[in-house]
């Protein structure tokens, strides 16, 4: 068996078209959306994430508007910034990029996000809506994008054992609670790094969503025949003539499973993508 690809570049960009008549409507009576990304230091990936944050936001007609904090800032100078956005009634996302430097208090940050306006999903209210069954608010990006995945395979996921590696409140335990939603009805594992024999828990799975952040954690002859692979870890390793990007699962899995993801060009592209449905969906609820 060769799997079949879920190519996340292009479900973004039909994705991305959706969203560009949305936003079309919404200058036309009003205002286009207005996202504001914030982000504290020099990391340089957290740069890279937050360009491509504005060239979607570019490419469907949102407005983005960008604030740099130097690596020195104090928590209270980042405070005073995020309460300032909150009482802004122009502003309809606010996403303070992660990793923050380690004296901030990252988890509390968060909460400070109203959260109507928080696009990355992840405000306590936000991911508690997940628990009491409502999936219309902000929902969090990387496993929101992942559910549009597999609805993306017209496979039905009804009944199916699936198991998530990972249990961080970004992806792993929201992405478990999604899967576990009434009307999607997965049998749900959540496994992470104490988990006892995990190949064997892998081998059961129809759908395998490792989101560790490990380089080939995942063997490929731990993948069930007729699986479905979501890969959302993206690690540099080195190689031949420099470095590679890889995920978390081998990438000799595609030779057992059904469908997988591309590592890239599989959930990080479709992470911006349900940033930017997020901030529409802000916008909208804000201007109606």
């Known amino acids: 068996m060769v799997a079949r690809i879920i190519d996340g570049k292009r479900l973004g960009a039909e994705i991305e078209e959706e969203l560009k008549s949305r936003v079309s409507r919404m200058v036309s009576s009003s205002r286009a959306p207005h996202l504001v990304v914030v982000i504290v230091g020099d990391d340089p990936a957290s740069h890279v994430y937050v360009r491509n944050k504005e060239r979607a936001c570019k490419r469907i007609g949102i407005r983005s508007t960008r604030y740099d904090l130097p690596g020195d800032s104090v928590q209270d100078d980042l405070v005073s910034l995020i309460q300032e956005l909150n009482d802004d009634q122009d502003v309809d996302g606010i996403l303070v990029q992660s990793p923050l430097p380690s004296s901030f208090d990252?988890?509390?940050?968060?909460?400070m996000i109203r959260p109507d306006k928080d696009v990355d999903g992840f405000h306590p209210i936000n991911l508690g809506r997940i628990v009491t069954g409502k999936t219309d608010g902000m929902l969090p990006c990387t496993p929101s994008g992942i559910m549009r995945m597999l609805e993306s395979t017209g496979e039905s996921l009804a009944g199916k054992k699936?198991?998530?590696i990972g249990r961080s409140r970004i992806v792993g335990?929201?992405?478990?609670?999604?899967?576990?939603?009434?009307?999607i009805d997965a049998t749900v594992t959540i496994a992470h790094s104490r988990s006892k024999e995990l190949e064997l828990l892998c081998r059961d799975s129809d759908v395998l969503i490792a989101a560790v952040g490990r380089p080939g954690m995942v063997p490929r002859e731990w993948v069930k025949d007729g699986a479905i692979v979501i890969d959302v870890g993206i690690n540099r390793v080195k190689s031949e003539g420099g470095s590679k990007l890889i995920g978390d699962v081998d990438e000799g899995a595609s030779e057992y499973a059904k469908w997988i993801t591309p590592v890239p060009g599989g959930v990080g592209p479709m992470t911006i993508s349900m940033l930017m449905t997020n901030t529409v969906r802000a916008a909208e609820s804000r201007l109606c």
């Open 162 to 164: 699936a198991l998530v």
């Open 173 to 183: 335990m929201p992405a478990a609670l999604l899967l576990a939603q009434r009307g």
């Open 106 to 111: 990252e988890i509390g940050i968060t909460e």
